[in-house]
């Protein structure tokens, strides 16, 4: 059973950086596709960034944090991160990992299984 847990939220004033960590276990090694969402307050869920496990490491990132946001994975110690700089208020959400085993490399249009119980990022003025 794969289990997600995500850390590293907190309150950030805006122009600020943020990172936040999600440590996976119980899951076996092939290709997969990790991935940080959010979800707002009344708004849908986002997918912010993704990552594909394959040759390629390919990287997918929503167009409101393109330039701004870094998805990165450490296999070593099974670790995904979110590097989060030049924060907004906008982007003040609850965060979420998420990871799908599967070959598909184009992450952003797949459906997620497995998810954790997400971290608080709130930006201010």
């Known amino acids: 059973q794969v289990q997600l847990a995500e850390s590293g939220g907190g309150s950030v004033q805006a122009g600020g950086s943020l990172r936040l960590s999600c440590a996976a276990s119980g899951y076996t090694y092939g290709s997969y596709c990790m991935g940080w969402f959010r979800q707002a307050p009344g708004k849908e869920r986002e997918g912010v960034a993704h990552?594909?496990?394959?040759?390629?490491?390919?990287?997918d990132y929503a167009e409101s944090v393109k330039g701004r946001f870094t998805i990165s994975q450490d296999y070593a110690k099974n670790t995904l991160y979110l590097q989060m700089d030049s924060l907004k208020p906008e982007d003040t959400a609850m965060y979420y990992c998420?990871?799908?085993?599967?070959?598909?490399?184009?992450?952003?249009?797949?459906?997620?299984?497995?998810w954790g119980q997400g971290t608080q990022v709130t930006v201010s003025q």
């Open positions: 998420a990871l799908r085993y599967g070959t598909d490399w184009y992450c952003p249009t797949l459906e997620y299984n497995y």
């Open positions: 990552i594909y496990s394959g040759r390629s490491r390919r990287t």
